[in-house]
Antibody, heavy 123, light 110 residues
């Protein structure tokens, strides 16, 4: 059974930074494309960014709203995905989910999701 | 403002059918497969449909998906109270080089 467990959420001040982790198990992590999706309170899903498997180049794509502030990385030896978001704004307040699945030209589908971790940006 | 457009809400009586539309453009739905997700209150989303009309293992055939041109549709037949949830469509947008979701549709069982 695939398990994704996010951690690192909490209260952060505007202008600050956050680093989230997503520990994965039950899958061949080094073959997995990993994505971060967020959901502001009472709002819909928002795709944040994605990192391909190392075999497929390990490259990243980011949503325009976070480009320049976001870095997604992975440590395949620890089967862990990371999200680093800088220059935080109040509108970054959301539950952040990690998810697995191919997402690129042709198709985009996330077959496993974590339980999410809440990030609140407030002074 | 979401890239993909969904109706905010749909409703029907138990046992009836609902359909949820998802409208996009040639840069997203028109040239990429669509997926659908169910999000029950307080839980993470769950994949219902991928590649327009395929169901993952364990998803009942009451859920179906279709696509025509730049629009996609999710159908739910034999509506049950447990189907009350928010439903989202998603796909890749080749112009944005990003994944995109619809704004979500709340299904209410009357």
């Amino acid at each position: 059974e695939v398990q994704l467990v996010e951690s690192g959420g909490g209260l952060v001040k505007p202008g600050g930074s956050l680093r989230l982790s997503c520990a994965a198990s039950g899958l061949l992590f080094n073959n997995a494309w990993m994505t971060w999706v967020r959901q502001a309170p009472g709002k819909g899903l928002e795709w944040v960014g994605r990192i391909k498997s190392i075999n497929d180049g390990g490259t990243t794509d980011y949503a325009a709203v976070v480009k320049g502030r976001l870095t997604i990385s992975r440590d395949d030896s620890k089967t862990t995905l990371f999200l680093q978001l800088n220059s935080l704004k109040t509108e970054d307040t959301a539950v952040y989910y990690c998810a697995t699945g191919y997402c690129s030209v042709g198709s985009c589908a996330f077959d496993n999701w974590g339980q999410g971790t809440l990030v609140t940006v407030s002074s | 403002q979401s890239v993909l457009t969904q109706p905010p809400s749909v409703s029907a009586a138990p046992g009836q059918k609902v359909t949820i539309s998802c409208s996009g453009s040639t840069s997203n739905i028109g040239n990429n497969y669509v997926s659908w997700y169910q999000q029950l209150p307080g839980t993470a989303p769950k994949l219902l449909i991928y590649d327009n009309n395929k169901r993952p293992s364990g998803i009942p055939d009451r859920f179906s998906g279709s696509k025509s041109g730049t629009s996609a549709t999710l159908g739910i037949t034999g509506l049950q109270t447990g189907d009350e949830a928010d439903y989202y469509c998603g796909t890749w947008d080749s112009g944005l080089s990003a994944g995109v979701f619809g704004g979500g549709t709340k299904v209410t069982v009357l």
